[in-house]
Every structure is written in structure tokens, then in C-alpha cells.
């Protein structure tokens, strides 16, 4: 087979390139390692900035999730038994999130490459790259893959590895020209989902004694919350009443709001890292999402990354097939780069100021709890907690 860009990875980076590129006029074969009904039903994300919002309304594929995402004009930090609210509409003039699951973004996603008959291939294994380094003319970049018992080949001018954080892309770069950053935690959170009405308006981070907890949800009728465990927590000892039990407790407040309960539908640990892959490219491949980057999830930013991303690829790759003009393309890594570090910097700084960890010492307590005043009592801190969680506008 022969394409323009061949796409490894069926996430939102994957899928969205895609469907950008398809509307630029370029060519494009994804490759996904996990079937289709997997990729749809994966729960992750659920914080949509606002560039993520534009983005998908200006690629024609917002209808569903304005009609069923919620729209957050500010967010909660419960500390102390109070409950602060950061007015982020006030103060950013007038930007918003969107509360819409990361795999409802998908599904709208895969629908809409159906619809235009755009060749993806699930269940595909053993993908290999090739040809990554050299003269395109000589050595062309090459996708190889098994698929239902058949070796297939993709030939393509380009390759996006935008196969998450455990995929081949990253590894295909010689280990000499990448330069990795990295920081594990010394926590994960236990995720749940759970069929019970929002009882709050809005998203509840919340700090206590004895770990994180935060308060999210899906819909009208399903909650998301999260709390603070250990890295190997074994979920067979949390029943649903302990999960319960342990969340009302690091929500207690002095207004007596308590998470609304109901059946736990899923549970899942979450490790926490942060990590960034330099350079995002390497000869012909580009590297977009979790395959060059991830940030623990307290800042809400990992699949906004990915968004960000492909939006400049997309960009970068139309020009050169519209003008010949490499410009876009060879700048794609420093372009990111400067807006991943920036959500490097923000979801260590919300997972720092938010965990208390075994190997804090009280002076790092009282410091932690010193930021949680500040953001919440100054309007500069506030505001600068704000732009940042509702993401910083893209470049023109
Ligand atoms: P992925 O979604 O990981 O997609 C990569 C795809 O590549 C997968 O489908 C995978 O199956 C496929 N693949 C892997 N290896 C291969 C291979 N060898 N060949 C072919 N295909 C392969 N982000 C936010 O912005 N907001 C949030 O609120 C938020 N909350 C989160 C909560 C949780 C519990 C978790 C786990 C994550 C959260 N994130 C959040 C992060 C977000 O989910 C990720 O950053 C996002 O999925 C990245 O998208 P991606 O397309 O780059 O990678
Ligand atoms: C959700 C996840 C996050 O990481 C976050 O910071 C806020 C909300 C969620 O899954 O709803």
C-alpha cells in the first residue's frame, strides 16, 4: 500500500491527524494495535480545554459533544473543610471547559472516518517502522504489520507515532539522538465511575490529610471521582464501601456536602509520571501525544497535549503539500515543545500542591498548604491557575 502519512496509534492524537489531514486534502492510513470496541470504550480523559473544543468544532465534529458535553465555567479546591471556587471564566475573559469523555471523542472520531470510508487497520501486530532516517527517494519510511494472518506493508512519505506512551514510534528513534526527562511519583490514583447524579456543579480537587480525592463526572447520571493510593495498590482490597467511605472522609466540609453514592461501575489504578521525549521528531517521523510525552493527570492536560499536537502537524504537513514548503514541519518539535513543557510545569505543580506524600517533611506541608491560600485567596495566583488549566490559546 501507498500513502502520505502513515498514522501508528488509533487514540485521539491518531484519530483526530486523520480526520485533519483528510479535510487538508492529504492522504492518510492509520494502524491500531487494539480493536476498534477497545479503542471506543477505553474511560480516560474527560477535561476538554478550550482550544481542544475549537478544535474539534472547526474540524465539523463538535454536534454530539455540544449537545451532551457540560460546560464548566470554574472548578473547586476543597482544603481545611472549606470549599474555594476559581471563577476561570472570570478570570481568563471568558474561556470555559468542556466536561465530554475522552472516549466519546473517539467514537465521534472513528464515526466520522466511516462515514468517509478512511482505510484504518485494528488488531494489528507486530507494527515495525523503517526507513525513518534516510533520503525519501532512496530509503522510503515503510509501516509493517500483521493483520488477520497477512504481512502488510505501508509505504509513505511520513510517519506519526502517535502510539501512546507504550508504543513502537518512540523506541524506533535511535536511543543517541533522544534526550528523555522523566519523574515518577510516589502515588497513583483508584478511579471509579459510578452511576450517581452529579450532587456538584462543578469539579471538586480536593486536599486532605490523608491523600487526594477529585470529584468529576460523565454525565447527567454518572460521576467520576479519583483518590490518592499507592503506586501497587491491590484494588481486591477496596470493596465499594471502603472506595465510599474513604471519599466522604477526604471531602468533609464544613457546608456538609457529601459525593451522592451509587453503583460503581468500573474501578482502575492509575500510575503518575511525567516524562518528554526530545526531540518530537527523528528524519521523517513525528512523534504527537503520550508517544513523546505524559504529565500526571491532575492538571487535565494529556489528551489536550495530544490535540495540540496534531493541530500543528496537521498544519505543518498541509503546507508542505500544499506550497512544498518544509518550514512548519521542521520547527513541529520546538513548536510543541514550548506548550508541553508549559503543561509539564502546571501538572507537577496541581499534583505537588494537591498530594501529600510519605516523604514530606512537615516543612513541605506547610508549604503545600501556604500555595493552596494563595491560589485561593489571591486574584494573580488565581488567574494564573486559571489560564493554565483552561489551556493557553494557540499560536496564530
Ligand atoms: P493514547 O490514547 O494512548 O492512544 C495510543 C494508541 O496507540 C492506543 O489506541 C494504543 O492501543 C495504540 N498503540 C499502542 N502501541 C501500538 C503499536 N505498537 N502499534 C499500533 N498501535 C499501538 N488527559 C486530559 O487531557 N484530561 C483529563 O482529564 C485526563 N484524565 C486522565 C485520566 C486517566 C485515568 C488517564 C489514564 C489519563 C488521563 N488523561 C487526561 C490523559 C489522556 O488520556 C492521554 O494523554 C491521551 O489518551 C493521549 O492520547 P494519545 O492519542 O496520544 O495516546
Ligand atoms: C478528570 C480527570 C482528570 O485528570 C482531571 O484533572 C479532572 C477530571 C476526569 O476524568 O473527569
Redesign the pocket.
Known amino acids: 500500500m501507498r500513502t502520505q502519512v502513515a498514522i ?8 483526530l491527524l486523520s480526520h485533519l489531514l483528510r479535510r487538508e486534502g492529504v492522504d492518510s492510513i492509520l ?4 480493536s476498534r470496541q ?2 471506543e470504550q ?8 478550550q482550544g ?1 473544543v475549537d478544535t474539534i468544532n472547526e474540524a465539523g465534529l463538535g454536534a454530539r459533544m455540544q449537545r451532551e458535553g457540560l460546560v464548566h465555567h470554574g472548578i473547586e479546591l476543597l482544603f481545611g473543610r472549606n470549599r474555594h471556587r476559581i471563577d476561570m471564566t472570570g478570570l481568563t475573559g471568558g474561556r470555559a471547559i468542556t466536561i465530554y469523555g ?1 472516549h466519546e471523542v473517539v467514537r465521534d472520531l472513528i464515526d466520522a472516518a466511516d462515514a468517509h470510508g478512511h482505510h484504518m487497520f485494528f488488531e ?1 501486530s507486530g ?1 515495525s517502522l523503517h526507513g525513518l532516517a534516510g533520503d525519501a527517494q532512496r530509503d522510503r519510511p515503510e509501516v509493517r ?1 500483521m493483520h488477520q494472518g497477512v504481512e502488510q506493508r505501508i509505504e509513505c512519505d511520513y510517519i506519526a507515532g ?8 518512540r523506541n524506533s528513534i535511535p536511543a543517541s539522538v533522544l534526550r528523555t526527562y522523566e519523574r515518577v511519583y510516589p502515588f497513583a ?1 483508584l ?1 471509579i465511575l459510578a452511576e450517581a447524579a452529579p450532587n456538584a456543579a462543578e469539579l471538586v480537587y480536593a486536599h486532605h490529610e490523608r491523600g487526594f480525592a477529585l470529584y ?1 463526572m460523565r454525565s447527567p447520571s454518572i460521576t467520576r471521582l ?1 483518590l490518592q493510593c499507592a503506586p501497587d495498590e491491590d484494588l481486591s482490597q477496596w470493596s465499594d464501601d471502603r472506595i465510599w467511605s474513604e471519599l466522604k472522609t477526604r471531602f468533609e466540609n464544613d457546608g456538609g456536602w457529601q459525593p451522592a453514592e451509587g453503583a460503581i461501575l468500573q474501578k ?1 489504578v ?1 500510575p503518575m509520571r511525567s516524562f518528554v521525549a526530545e526531540p518530537m521528531q527523528y528524519g521523517r517521523l513525528f512523534l ?4 513523546a510525552h ?2 500526571p ?1 491532575t492538571g ?7 490535540v495540540a ?1 496534531v493541530r500543528v502537524l496537521s498544519q505543518a504537513l498541509a503546507a508542505r503539500y500544499r506550497d512544498g514548503c518544509t518550514d512548519l514541519l521542521d520547527a513541529y518539535s520546538s513548536t510543541c515543545l514550548e506548550r508541553v513543557w508549559r503543561a509539564e510545569h502546571f501538572s507537577w505543580f496541581m499534583t505537588n500542591m494537591l498530594h501529600p506524600s510519605a516523604d514530606d517533611t512537615p516543612f513541605v506541608n506547610r508549604l503545600k498548604m501556604s500555595e493552596l491560600n494563595y491560589v485561593t485567596t489571591s486574584e494573580a495566583a488565581a488567574r494564573s491557575l486559571a489560564e493554565n488549566y483552561v489551556g493557553l490559546p494557540f499560536a496564530a
Request: hydrophobic share 45%.
Open positions: 501508528v496509534g488509533a487514540g485521539p492524537a491518531g484519530l494502524v491500531e494495535a487494539q477497545y479503542c477505553r474511560i480516560r480523559a474527560g477535561v476538554l480545554e481542544t475522552q494489528a507494527v504489520f502517535c502510539d501512546g506512551f507504550h508504543g513502537v514510534s490514583w478511579g468529576s479519583y482502575g492509575t504527537a501525544g503520550d508517544a505524559i504529565v493527570p487535565a492536560k494529556g489528551m489536550n497535549l495530544a499536537d
